[in-house]
């Protein structure tokens, strides 16, 4: 391990989908960078 660092992000949780059986809904998880960069999804 080469560096470790504690960052603050942005977490955004919404729903997604068109409650159809092909497109169910769910909940997302977004992290965000606070220079608008999407760091990760969880769908």
Avoid: H
Avoid at 10 to 16: C, D, E, G, S
Avoid at 20 to 33: G, L
């Amino acid at each position: 391990m080469e560096n470790v660092e504690i960052v603050e992000l942005i977490k955004i949780t919404f729903k997604r989908g068109k409650g159809t059986e092909d497109d169910p809904v769910r909940v997302v998880t977004q992290y965000w960078d606070k220079e608008n960069v999407l760091i990760f999804e969880k769908d």
